[in-house]
């Protein structure tokens, strides 16, 4: 039985859908260019973003972009930024020149923006922010499911007082 997509992911799969009809038989060097698509909701678009990648005859891929349909932008890598994480991740220069990445660039942006998508060109990686970063307190639990968890550890807590004041009691009863 086929998946029933929300409105964020059905869009968000029509974008990479077109975007790999539009490069099926692309190849910069030795790479096949490839863009994920989520498979089920993406909670109104929150969880929505999908990645441009370059994947090797190995199966090894680089991230050169990525789209964020729910914010309505997609971001690519200049050549410069992908050929160094290329050369840092793999340890050799990428199979494809800086000509056919512009090639594909050109061809990648237009295709995005018929989305309605902001298209930016960024020359290096954003710096992880504190903010980004999971909040260790944090329940991951929905509200509900957490107000549960307390109830019944508070319960438990109850309930192990009483025992605990109850053998007190019995032995201050029936004495040393």
Known sequence: MPKILTQFSSHAN????????????TRLGECTVEMTAPDESTRGGLFGLQHLTLKNPSGMAVVVG???AGEKRAELRTFALVAGVHEERFK??????????AAFLAKAEPILAAFGLEVSVVAELPKARLSDAPDPLASSLPPGAARARLRTWVILFAILAVACGGLLWARQLLGP
Do not use: G
Not at 92 to 101: G, I, L, M, R, V
């Open 92 to 101: 050799q220069s990428p199979s494809f020149s800086e000509a056919e990445y």
């Open 14 to 25: 029509t974008i990479a859908d077109t975007f790999r009809a539009a490069f099926v038989k």
């Open 66 to 68: 990525s789209v964020h």
